[in-house]
């Protein structure tokens, strides 16, 4: 079930009023209704994979009650590779098997070894992604002490199927989730208003940003032979702002949806745009994805308490990692290395933690500096997402060696190019808002809050009209359900 | 609990009234660059309005058409009235089944045909229909049937655009002149008393389509066969035709054997790309649209049909 769907309009309230008004009496009724809805919003897209899901919860839930008994530290070792096997398992199956044959015999072949392997056409299940790593993580916790196991499997089960952040994050960790579903809830209006304004600004980003950068960024990158470059370089602007508003917007739903249920997940999104570094820009973009890296496995390689080469081995490590993690394809796998190369400098010459608050904070304007700073790192984002939008490698180049062509010196040239000129006028109208919210949890999230009930209204209604004018007539996917 | 709801459903009426002042405004003044979801396309092409406007000068006539522009650049009136068959033409800009549907249920007690007959194009069971009910709402007068084609097609540019059209229906009958009509030429394309566009006449260039398939929407199948059943209820004979495309276009999907055999199933039809002895570059004008020459070939090959079968009996 996607969140712009009409189905999710339908299944939401339906949810809530079950949830606070048929279950409210009592905690396990209510966390039951949780995993049942999850199912049911898993199981509207297909239904075959919630049995991988279960298997998951399974293997994890029980891994964690023998970890709470086992002493034997070689015993709990093998335990938490159980886990760790299983999950990534099947992630490597579902996601990564394709690619490894296919470059297993490219490999091979090139060697003069012709081999026979098949390919399979495998569904990738959505979110496997994420609820892999959210269930690694309890297992990951409950081996290294840090985290009590549970003995409530309905609380757990709720916990990994979570529906609003199942098929695309945040990516929780079992210590600030699963704990909330041992709590009875109560309704907290202030939370619910904001969870409502939050799931406002994400069907914005959604429906009128992302949607609306998709239709040029998939015209320019699928025909990118027939443009010039100035052209390319609009096309990699409209992806760069078409995944931001599709992910983060995402997040958003899925952050204020939470809070309809008095759940609070993690942050996800914190204005990356606005970054005066590249450092700072990992620090505020797919939060609960970087920092999972960073302590599941940046951290116990040794993070950068090694030196200067066991850092900067480690910085690569999780950046290629996690360039894989998006997707079986080495565009992935080169934009990661690039974000890692792009952070490197910082590192070595110790500046990775130089920007860590709100740029320009109480201020209307960055000083020129910030500016530069903001610009120089956006266009360093912009580039590196190139090879994340390409269809391989070669095309990557192809696209950018047209960029740096004299091409790029005549004018944007695409048959929708004034449709796009007003997409680019609704994405300054969405940075504007994002600027004069930065300090906040989300753009919207203070905006006119001080104002008259009136104009506040208004100004919601607006966004709402916004989106009734310029959203694509049909329902589109979310980018990240694909990884 | 209480205070939260309360709360959204008084924001859930001011966004509605919020909504209804700002799209009347957006839909009136706005370049149409910025309204890319209110597609109000009132007298813009097909000749809709000034057809559904003289609609209530036709009673009891012999055949009513139906159908996409297949047929209401495909059924010359003029040449049938000259056989003695008085005939109105219903076509609409890719009218599919599903807002055919809703046309018969508002003009066939008024028109009371002998008989029907209605285009089926694979194009019209391959899409979706939005652009014919925008054009159907734009330029007809909108009811409850409307309202319930709207919600059967669940399009955010439908919503717009009816809310916008019954406003801007309102809008008209207040304070533009009521006998102010479409213009009758515009650009290469002439109406006809009765519903029939007659295009400049125009040769195509042969084109070669590469080899694709239909993809059939079901929805379309189901309209057919309410279209049908509401047909035969008033006993009124229905033939279902298929107009010639030049034999590139045709050709080039591979899938036109099984349109026929599902179409078949339905009732009488005739698939005049099998029948009709016509020149992909003398008698048409597109790949799908005949030329006035290719009008009249077909026409007579139709008339001799109805004659032949004695769908209607010769006077």
Known sequence: ?483 | MKKFIILMLKFSVFILVFYSILIIFWGRFAPAILRPNINYTYRTYGFTNTRLNEISNFKNIDILFLGSSHAYRGFDTRIFNNAGLKSFNLGSSSQTPVQTEILIKRYLDSLKPKMIIFEVSPLSFSTDGVESTLDIISNDKNDLNSIKLALNQNNLKIYNTLFYSCFHSIYRDLFVEKKYAEDIKKGNDMYISGGYVEKEFKLFKYVNYPETKWEFNETQFSALQRIIELVNKRNIKLILIQAPSTSSFYNAHTNNIEFDDRIGNYGIYFNFNEISKLDDSLHFYDAHHLNQKGVEILDNDVINLIFKQKFILRE
């Open chain 1, 1 to 483: 079930m996607l969140f712009n769907s009409i189905d999710f309009a339908i299944f939401l309230p339906i949810v809530f009023i079950l949830y606070w008004f048929v279950t409210n009496k009592n905690l396990k009724l209510q966390n039951l209704l949780i995993v049942v809805s999850s199912y049911v919003f898993y199981g509207w897209w297909d239904w075959r994979f919630l049995a991988l899901i279960l298997f998951s919860t399974l293997v994890d839930y029980l891994i964690g009650v023998k970890l709470s008994k086992e002493e034997n530290e070689t015993k709990r070792k093998v335990l938490l590779w159980i886990s760790i096997i299983v999950n990534l398992g099947f992630l490597g199956f579902f996601k990564y098997y394709n690619f490894f044959i296919e470059n297993f015999t490219t490999a091979f072949s090139f060697f003069g070894n012709e081999i026979q392997a098949n390919s399979l056409n495998i569904i990738l299940p959505v979110g496997i992604s994420f609820y892999t790593f959210q269930t690694l993580s309890y297992s990951i916790d409950v081996y290294n002490k840090k985290l009590e196991p549970t003995k409530d499997f309905i609380a757990f089960t709720a916990f990994v199927s979570f529906f609003p952040q199942l098929v695309a994050g945040p990516i929780e960790r079992a210590t600030n989730l699963l704990p909330q579903f041992y709590k009875k809830r109560t309704f907290d209006y202030n939370k619910a208003v904001n969870g409502m304004r939050q799931i406002l600004w994400g069907l914005f980003k959604k429906m009128v940003i992302a949607d609306n950068c998709a239709e040029y960024a998939n015209i320019i990158f699928n025909n990118s032979d027939n443009y010039n470059g100035s052209t390319l370089v609009l096309g990699a602007l409209f992806f760069t702002f078409q995944i931001y508003g599709d992910f983060s917007g995402y997040s958003d739903i899925a952050i204020g949806t939470s809070r309809l249920f008095g759940f609070d997940l993690k942050r996800n999104f914190a204005f990356p745009y606005f970054s005066r570094d590249i450092a700072e820009f990992w620090r505020r973009w797919h939060i609960s994805l970087s920092t999972w890296f960073r302590d599941y496995l940046y951290i116990p390689l040794g993070g950068s308490r090694g030196g200067t080469w066991i850092s900067s081995r480690n910085i690569f490590i999780i950046f290629i990692v996690s360039g894989f993690w998006h997707g079986a394809n080495w565009t992935f796998i080169v934009w990661g290395a690039l974000n890692a190369l792009y952070f490197l400098p910082l590192l070595l010459l110790n500046k990775n933690r130089q920007h860590i608050g709100i740029v320009a904070q109480g201020k209307h304007f960055p000083t020129l500096r910030e500016f530069f700073q903001i610009i120089i790192t956006f266009g360093l984002t912009v580039f590196a997402w190139i090879f994340f939008r390409a269809e391989n490698i070669g095309h990557a180049f192809n696209y950018i060696s047209e960029i740096f062509s004299t091409s790029t010196f005549s004018l944007p040239d695409f048959k929708e190019i004034y449709r796009a000129y007003v997409t680019l006028g609704l994405v300054a109208f969405f940075m504007m808002l994002e600027w004069f919210g930065r300090g906040h949890e989300f753009a919207i999230e203070k905006l006119m809050i001080t104002r008259s009930r009136m104009l506040r209204w208004s100004f919601y209604s607006f966004i709402i009209f916004m989106i009734i004018m310029f959203a694509q007539t049909e329902e589109t996917p979310f980018i990240y359900f694909q990884f």
